[in-house]
């Protein structure tokens, strides 16, 4: 892979920040863990960047099912 693949990419270890963008439909590339912290990977940073800027300004709408189903999936992620 290249390394502008690399730099495309938006990592976060904050659940809630996770949850946000799963939600929102961006791809989870991949997680690691490091020193007892799962961190999360998605592609497309900078369509990250501008939804977490809108969700702190309370500018996005995320329907319930989507939120839910996003919390489930990152809870399994962490709890395996």
Request: net charge neutral; charged share 25%; glycine share 4%.
């Amino acid at each position: 892979m290249s390394k502008t693949y690399y730099q495309n990419l938006y990592q976060t270890k904050d659940t809630e920040s996770a949850i946000i963008l799963y939600a929102m439909k961006q791809v989870l590339d991949s997680t690691f863990w490091e020193n007892g912290s799962c961190f999360f990977v998605y592609e497309d940073k900078v369509a990250c960047e501008n939804i977490l800027k809108d969700y702190l300004n309370d500018k996005i709408i995320i329907g319930a099912k989507s939120l839910m189903d996003a919390y489930k999936t990152i809870k399994g992620i962490i709890v395996r």
